[in-house]
């Protein structure tokens, strides 16, 4: 049984969703692309996942900022304005009859190689766009039982060689550190930075709570996570103190509390890390408190 911040409620309407590709609306078991994308290729590619809660899209002025930094870092011209591809993405989800309770996942790839190879200028097509809708309603249980996490023997890497802060498509490193938390019995892996300090985790940002005092990351070297930044926005609204800085292992295995936070998940209590559990000392239990206010500040928005 998978167990973790992405755990999805099973929902049959997925087997007849219509996904895009490049301007096609096909049937999920049709949906292909070619063999000579980029994408494919050599993981030459962007993507963006944005949550649709009531008819609105969260946060997507924060999504598609973030998608154009990318583009514009990848080198990637994207042939569509932010209000194009806004429409795009509505009209996909009309398609659909969806309104609620979705996850859509916005992938850019820089298109067709006239054969195998890393070099773009072999690419002999525009920008291909595949938009994935999915009904996803995150399984309670995670936040009821809390996750366990490993460390992994994989760092993070530095912004000169592939910066942490791109979502590209490029995520083997990731998925190795997961494997290594798997085979260790935990749910999701913790990852350091290359000075050692705690940086994220393989695909959520990761928080410790010691004294009343909320800590994450420098943000140097962990994803440009929107929900992280939403949660260090919500502290400073509830005059929780939040310092990002360098902790290490030593500061996680002593912490009051543990989180995780994520555009599918919210925000998810952590129960262990490498076998140590993390106890609630605290006064209040600050995800759940957390949570509440993201919650609040997600509702703001529809």
């Known amino acids: ?35 000579f994308d980029s994408g494919y290729l050599v993981g030459d590619g962007i993507w963006e996942a944005v949550r649709l809660n009531k008819g609105t899209l969260v946060f997507l002025d924060d999504h598609f900022s973030r998608l154009w930094s990318a583009a514009k870092a990848t080198g990637i011209k994207l042939p569509y304005s932010k209000l194009e591809l806004k429409s795009i993405v509505e009209k996909v989800l009309e398609t659909n009859r969806m309104q609620d309770g979705v996850h859509v996942r916005i992938m850019v790839t820089r298109g067709i190689k006239k054969t195998p190879s890393q070099d773009p200028r072999l690419t002999i097509s525009g920008p291909n766009l595949v938009i994935i809708p999915e009904y996803k309603t995150a399984d309670p249980s995670s936040k009821n039982k809390g996750i366990k996490l490993f460390t992994s023997t994989i760092r993070r890497g530095s912004p000169d060689y592939l910066d942490p802060k791109l979502n590209c498509h490029s995520k083997l490193h990731e998925v190795q550190a997961l494997i290594q938390a798997i085979e260790a019995g935990a749910d999701e892996a913790l990852m350091l930075d ?18 009343g005092i909320v800590y994450t990351s420098t943000g140097k070297y962990c994803m440009n996570g929107i929900t992280r930044q939403k949660i260090i926005d919500v502290c400073k609204s509830i005059n929780i103190e939040v310092r990002e800085t360098n902790f290490s292992l030593f500061d996680v295995y002593a912490a009051d509390e543990a989180f995780v936070t994520g555009t599918f998940g919210g925000v998810t209590p952590v129960i262990s890390v490498d076998g140590k559990l993390i106890e609630n000392n605290s006064n209040i239990e600050f995800s759940a408190t957390l949570e509440k206010h993201y919650q609040s500040l997600v509702e703001s928005q529809i």
């Open 1 to 35: 049984m998978v167990h973790g911040t992405h755990n999805a409620i099973q929902d049959d309407r997925n087997n007849n969703i219509k996904i895009y590709v490049n301007g096609e609306f096909l049937n999920r078991n049709d949906a292909k692309i070619s063999v």
């Open 194 to 211: 290359i000075n050692g300090f705690v940086s994220t985790c393989n695909s959520t940002n990761f928080f410790i709570v010691k004294n």
